[in-house]
Structures are given as structure tokens and as C-alpha cells.
């Protein structure tokens, strides 16, 4: 797993590129505490790279999820594939988080609602 982060006007970009699963935990851990400490009211992750997504993936991504959510901060998911989509509405994860389609319409949600 390789995760590049970039700020921007609307928010924290996070870009995660691989599969995520538990083998990634460590770098994704990592990169995560990273973001939380960031000023910024949106943290938009990009999905576009990640080739496998698996339930412990998520399980790893929730304490930082959770942690943005309590510091009143949102969670913004794009460019998400069908079955990763389905993965994270059926797993209940989507509750937490924003999902729109594209980094436009991530920005977008961004610039609406700060």
C-alpha cells in the first residue's frame, strides 16, 4: 500500500494506492495519525489505486474514521469501485463516512459545507 497526502483548499487529499488489507496496517496507521492532526474540516480519500479492499481493511481505517468523525471533522470517498462501493454499504462503514463519485464532486461537497 502506498498513500500520498496533499492539502488543499477543501480539505486533506488522501490518495491510497494497492490493496488494503491487514498487511498494510502499519503504513496506513502511519499515514493516518498524520492526517488527524491536520486543521482541515474534510479528509478526502481517494480509492482510485486500491485493487483489494478487505473487511479487516476497514476494521484498520475505523479507530482514525471514528477519531476525524469526533473531532467534527468529515470523511469523503471517491472514486470508488462497485464492489468496494458494495463492501462499504454493506458492512455499515458508509454511515460514517461521505461517498461521492469524483475528486470534483468531493471538492465540491468540500466547498458547500465549510
Not at 481517494?46 to 471533522?73: C, E, M, N, W
Amino acid at each position: 500500500m502506498k498513500i500520498s497526502t496533499e492539502v488543499t483548499n477543501a480539505g486533506f487529499l488522501v490518495s491510497l494506492k494497492g490493496p488494503l488489507d491487514e498487511v498494510c496496517a502499519n503504513v496506513i496507521k502511519k499515514e493516518l495519525e498524520g492526517v488527524v492532526v491536520q486543521n482541515r474540516k474534510f479528509v478526502m480519500l481517494d480509492f482510485a489505486g486500491v485493487t483489494k479492499l478487505s473487511a479487516v481493511g476497514l476494521r484498520y481505517l475505523l479507530p482514525y474514521v471514528q477519531l476525524i468523525h469526533y473531532q467534527q471533522k468529515q470523511i469523503i470517498l471517491f472514486n470508488l469501485n462497485d464492489s468496494i462501493h458494495g463492501l462499504i454499504k454493506n458492512s455499515g462503514f458508509s454511515s460514517l463516512v461521505i461517498i461521492k463519485k469524483t475528486l470534483a464532486d468531493a471538492v465540491a461537497y468540500a466547498n458547500e459545507n465549510s
